[in-house]
C-alpha cells in the first residue's frame, strides 16, 4: 500500500566531507580543516567564493541554480541579477534567494562551490569546463509518541532511530541563460542512496527495490536530463529533456533546498518525478511560461503504467520583489490507474510573499485526483513493514480526489539561521493518497543554522491530528494523532 515512503548511506563519503584538501588537489592538507568545518565566517568567506548565486544542490524545481548558495554565512548579496530582477531573498540563510519557478532564466550562474571532492579528483579541470560535482551527506534522528511507524510523516518514516536519509552525488553544468548571443547546452545528474530513495523512486527504473522488494534503503538516479538554451525565442528559452523533479513545490526532495527537515502531509502524496520534455519560455523579467509533455508521474515510458500527460504554468514576479506567484496544470491526462500505479492529476499555485527583510512566507494550494485506483495508491507488493508494503490496497471504483494547502512562515535571526513555521492541511476523503479516509493537519516550528558554510544543522518539534471518526492512520493504525522531536545535517562536499 502507502507508496511515498522511506530511509541510510556509506562513511566513506563522509570522510571526504569532513578532509578538505590543499589548494594542489592532489594530497589532503589537515590544516585547511578549520576552514570547512570550525572556521568562523570572516575565515570560511575565504575558502568558499561569497556569490549569491552558487548553489547548493540546484535542483530546479525547489531550488533554483541561480539562487541557492553554499557560501559564507556572512557574504552579502549580489547587487546583480543579471537579466533578471533583483533576488528578494537572502540566500543564506534561506535555501532559495529567488520565488519558485525555474530556471531562472537570465540570472547569472556562478558555478557551485570548490567542494572537496571535486578538487581532489580533477583540480580545476572540470570547473575550467564549467562542470562541477558535489554532494552531500543527511542524517537524521527522531523520537516519536509512535512504536513502530511514524507514516505518513515523511521522510522520517521509522520512529526513534538514527538513520541516514540522503547521500547524494551531483554532476552537471548549466547553460549560459544571461547572455542573448549563442545557443548553449547543459546537463545534470543526482544519484541518491539512502532511505529517501523510497520518496523518489520511478517505475521503470531500478524499482524493484521498493516496488517489490520494500527495501528501506536504495539507490535512484533522481535526475537525469539534458538542457538546451536558446536565446532568441521570446526572451529565452531552456528545453529540459530526461528525468527531473516535478516542477510545482516549496518543498522538495534534496535536503538542502528544504526551508525545513520534515516535509508536509500535503507534499508527501503528490507527484515526486517525471519523465519528459520541458521548455521554460522567458516573456519578460516578470512573466514566465512553462510546459510539459510526460509519461505520468513517476513512471518511465517503457513501464506498464505509463500514459500521456501534458502540464502548463506560469511564473509571474513582482517588480519591487515582495510577490511571486507559480501555478497552473502541473499534471493532466487520462488518470487512470494502470497495473496498480498511481496517474496523478494536478491543478497547483504557490505564492510567496515578503514582509520585510527579516520575515516572509510561501503558500502552496492543491487539487489531485485519478481514477480507479486503489486504498493507499500505487502498490509495494513487498513485505509489509513500518506502515508501507503488503500490496495493493481495496480498489476504489471512479474518482478519488485530495486537497492540500501549506504555508511557511520564516523569520531571518542572522545570515547564518532562521525560524520556520509551516501549518498544513490535507483531505484524503478515500484514502486514496494515505490509506486512511481522513482530513490530517501537521503544525511544525524548525529552526536552521549553518554551523560553517559545509554543515548544516536543522532541530524541529510537530504534531499532527487525523480528524475522521474513528480513524487511527499513524503507528500502524493505532493511533490519531503523533508527536515528533526531530533534526538532520547536512554535510556538504
Not at 47 to 55: C, E, G, L, Q, V
Not at 473 to 488: E, F, H, M, N, S
Amino acid at each position: 500500500m502507502f507508496t511515498k515512503s522511506g530511509r541510510r548511506t556509506s562513511s566513506v563519503l563522509l570522510s571526504t566531507c569532513l578532509l578538505p584538501i590543499s589548494a594542489s588537489a592532489s594530497t589532503w592538507d589537515f590544516s585547511n580543516l578549520a576552514i570547512y568545518l570550525k572556521a568562523s565566517p570572516s575565515a570560511a568567506s575565504s575558502a568558499i567564493p561569497a556569490k549569491k548565486s552558487t548553489p547548493i544542490s540546484s535542483n530546479w524545481p525547489k531550488s533554483s541554480p541561480q539562487s541557492a548558495t553554499a557560501a559564507s554565512p556572512a557574504a552579502p548579496q549580489a547587487a546583480s541579477n543579471g537579466r533578471a530582477l533583483p533576488s528578494p531573498l537572502d540566500s543564506p540563510p534561506f535555501p532559495d534567494s529567488d520565488w519558485l519557478g525555474f530556471p531562472l532564466i537570465g540570472a547569472p550562474w556562478s558555478g557551485s562551490p570548490s567542494y572537496p571532492l571535486e578538487k581532489a579528483l580533477f583540480g580545476d579541470k572540470l570547473a575550467k569546463q564549467d562542470i562541477h560535482i558535489y554532494g552531500w551527506l543527511n542524517p537524521s534522528f527522531n523520537a516519536s509518541t509512535s512504536k513502530t511507524s511514524n507514516v505518513p510523516l515523511a521522510y522520517s518514516l521509522v520512529p526513534n532511530k538514527l538513520e541516514l536519509d540522503q547521500a547524494v552525488i551531483v554532476v552537471e553544468k548549466q547553460p549560459n541563460t544571461v547572455q542573448t548571443d549563442h545557443q548553449d547546452w547543459g546537463f545534470r545528474f543526482v544519484g541518491l542512496y539512502g532511505t529517501d530513495y523510497r520518496y523518489t523512486i520511478m517505475k521503470g527504473i531500478i524499482s524493484d527495490q521498493l516496488l517489490k522488494r520494500n527495501s528501506l534503503y536504495g539507490f535512484d538516479p533522481v535526475e537525469m536530463y539534458g538542457m538546451l538554451y536558446y536565446p532568441k525565442v521570446a526572451e529565452g528559452m531552456v528545453v529540459r529533456f530526461g528525468r527531473y523533479i516535478s516542477p510545482p513545490d516549496i518543498e522538495a526532495q534534496l535536503t538542502p533546498d528544504n526551508y525545513m527537515f520534515s516535509h508536509s502531509l500535503m507534499f508527501t502524496v503528490d507527484p515526486y518525478t517525471f519523465m519528459g520534455i520541458n521548455p521554460m519560455i522567458r516573456l519578460s523579467k516578470q512573466w514566465s511560461i512553462m510546459a510539459q509533455v510526460t509519461t505520468g508521474n513517476d513512471m518511465a515510458p517503457w513501464s506498464d503504467s505509463s500514459s500521456p500527460n501534458v502540464g502548463l504554468m506560469a511564473r509571474w514576479a513582482s517588480l519591487d520583489g515582495k510577490d511571486g506567484l507559480w501555478g497552473g496544470v502541473n499534471s493532466i491526462g487520462r488518470g487512470r490507474v494502470r497495473d496498480q500505479h498511481d496517474d496523478l492529476q494536478q491543478i497547483v499555485g504557490t505564492w510567496g510573499h515578503k514582509f520585510n527583510d527579516k520575515l516572509h512566507m510561501m503558500t502552496e494550494a492543491y487539487y489531485m485526483w485519478e481514477y480507479d485506483g486503489n486504498v493507499g495508491g500505487t502498490a509495494i507488493d513487498g513485505p509489509a513493514m513500518i506502515g508501507t508494503g503488503g500490496g495493493a490496497g481495496a480498489f476504489l471504483p471512479g474518482k478519488s480526489d485530495a486537497t492540500g494547502i501549506v504555508n511557511y512562515f520564516q523569520i531571518k535571526l542572522s545570515n547564518r539561521d532562521y525560524i520556520s513555521i509551516r501549518n498544513d492541511y490535507l483531505n484524503d476523503p478515500r484514502g486514496y493518497r494515505t490509506g486512511f479516509a481522513t482530513a490530517y493537519s501537521s503544525h511544525t516550528l524548525g529552526y536552521s543554522v549553518q554551523l560553517t558554510p559545509m554543515v548544516t544543522f536543522r532541530p524541529e518539534i510537530r504534531y499532527e491530528h487525523a480528524y475522521g471518526s474513528n480513524v487511527t492512520p499513524y503507528d500502524v493504525g493505532t493511533r490519531r494523532d503523533q508527536w515528533t522531536v526531530a533534526a538532520d545535517m547536512i554535510f556538504r562536499f
